[in-house]
């Protein structure tokens, strides 16, 4: 009985025009397209920086690529230098001479081999974050590009100065417009 009692207050003009702004709706598939968010995390996966394509966002290539590579990078670096300590400790505890052996005890040897090994590690965390955190910049990219953003809402925030005690005020305000 509550569903007649509202529309009941509404003129049939109204109902018919609410109506017909939801069957326009309705009938507007090309800008929505459910598909479309999955397809950019899809290609982001498969290649990075595909799915920011996909959504047109070509601008976004470069940092995914910069982000992902500077990891790589210090995995490479750790990961060599940690090998270079790991050798030169091996060769300590046998006996030999390596090439840190007037530079730094056994001590510091196992102690630099700690710190990289957990920079290492840090790094292809990192890689695999920064991986993972494209996909979903590319899905959640395509999902905010299927709204519909009109000048018929416009929020502007002011600054304000009083001329009679010289005092500065924000004001906000929000205009719709149908």
């Not at 709706?25 to 999955?38: G, K, Q, R, V, Y």
Request: no cysteine; charged share 20%; proline share 3%.
């Amino acid at each position: 009985m509550s569903i007649f009692s509202v529309f009941s207050q509404e003129t049939e003009s109204q109902l018919s025009a609410s109506a017909l702004d939801s069957k326009n709706f309705l009938e507007d598939t090309d800008s929505f397209n459910p598909l479309s968010p999955a397809k950019a995390a899809f290609y982001s996966a498969i290649i990075p920086g595909l799915g920011q394509a996909y959504n047109r966002r070509y601008w976004k290539i470069p940092i995914v690529y910069g982000a992902l590579a500077s990891s790589l990078y210090y995995y490479s670096t750790n990961n060599t230098s940690y090998k270079r300590y790991r050798k030169a400790f091996k060769q300590r505890q046998a006996g030999e001479i390596d090439e840190f052996y007037d530079i730094l005890s056994i001590e510091s040897l196992e102690n630099a081999q700690q710190v990289l090994r957990s920079n290492r590690d840090t790094s292809l965390l990192t890689f695999v974050g920064l991986y993972a955190l494209q996909i979903l910049e590319a899905s959640i990219d395509a999902h905010l590009l299927q709204f519909n953003v009109s000048d018929k809402i416009t929020f502007d925030p002011l600054l304000i100065n009083d001329q009679l005690n010289n005092q500065n005020y924000i004001g906000l305000s929000l205009n719709l417009n149908f």
